[in-house]
């Protein structure tokens, strides 16, 4: 549902601009960056949360046998820490984004232009999801130094693994906005998945010190097979089944997500 709108004529000589998908979307994204800058609680959970947690998960392992599992105290931070970013850099940020967007009517607004409704959330989340990418690669670098790892046996696994988190987290945040009021309450609707998560996708504690029924069922959660490509990335153990199930199962999410939000995803405020 499109108003129509009177679109001023170019100079002689130049060419129109935001005429393609690419151009609308680079447009939103950096009026995305500008707004996201000024959030406060934004950048605190984009920049710090992240940092911090690996922290935690590093005490932690201290306690656990991971020798049986097959690893150590890197293999199991370095993942967790891309966890987190995922979960908190791009996540649990972008669903305060799309909440506060729509509750102030700039999605209502935007769907009267010209960009179309996938371009208008992939260009509101790009800055989110650049934020993460780059994030997880330093945090990568951090952890590879700081806890004697080796390079990663097979980084094509890793690598695959942060690009499906990146939209499959994009897609997430979409879905759980949808179902958010407020953005009061966007600070609380990320919560299950985050918690979820963070107790049952490996990051704290491997799927491979749960029991077997427990780890089969974790395994089917959203970031669980992000953190075992990335893992797998490092480690190099990874055989082809594991690394096509893992694959498989990110991309039935992605699937997931991305009908709820063509089905559910509201652009005019919660009323």
């Given at each position: 549902m499109s108003a129509t709108h009177t679109t001023p004529r170019p100079a002689l000589g130049t060419k129109a601009a935001g005429?393609?998908?690419m151009s609308r979307m680079t447009a939103l994204a950096r009026a995305e960056l500008t707004l996201l800058g000024r959030s406060r609680g934004a950048l605190v959970a984009a920049l710090f949360v992240p940092l911090v947690l690996p922290v935690s998960v590093r005490?932690?392992?201290q306690e656990m046998d991971l020798a049986e599992a097959g690893l150590n105290a890197g293999t199991l931070v370095l993942p967790a820490a891309v966890g987190f970013s995922l979960l908190f850099a791009v996540y649990s940020v972008l669903v305060g984004v799309f909440v506060v967007r729509r509750e102030e009517l700039v999605l209502k607004r935007l769907r009267t232009g010209?960009?179309?409704d996938a371009e208008i959330?992939?260009?509101s989340a790009m800055p989110a999801a650049v934020t993460g990418l780059v994030q997880c690669?330093?945090?990568?670098?951090?952890?590879?130094?700081l806890l004697?790892?080796?390079?990663p046996s097979a980084p094509h696994l890793a690598l695959v693994g942060l690009l499906l988190g990146l939209v499959l987290c994009a897609a997430l945040a979409a879905v759980t906005a949808s179902h958010t009021r407020t953005g009061e309450s966007a600070q609380v609707t990320p919560m299950p998945l985050l918690v979820v998560s963070m107790m049952g996708s490996g990051m704290f504690v491997p799927l491979e010190l749960l029991p077997d029924r427990l780890a089969s069922l974790c395994g089917l959660l959203p970031l669980t097979p992000v953190v075992t490509l990335v893992r797998g990335g490092w480690t190099g153990d990874l055989s082809a089944y594991e690394?096509?199930?893992s694959v498989a199962t990110a991309m039935a999410w992605i699937v997931i997500a991305v009908f709820a939000v063509?089905?559910?995803f509201r652009w005019e405020p919660r009323r």
């Open positions: 005429t393609t998908p005490s932690a392992a010209e960009p179309r959330l992939a260009g690669l330093l945090l990568a670098a951090g952890c590879t130094v004697d790892m080796s390079a690394t096509l199930g063509r089905r559910w």
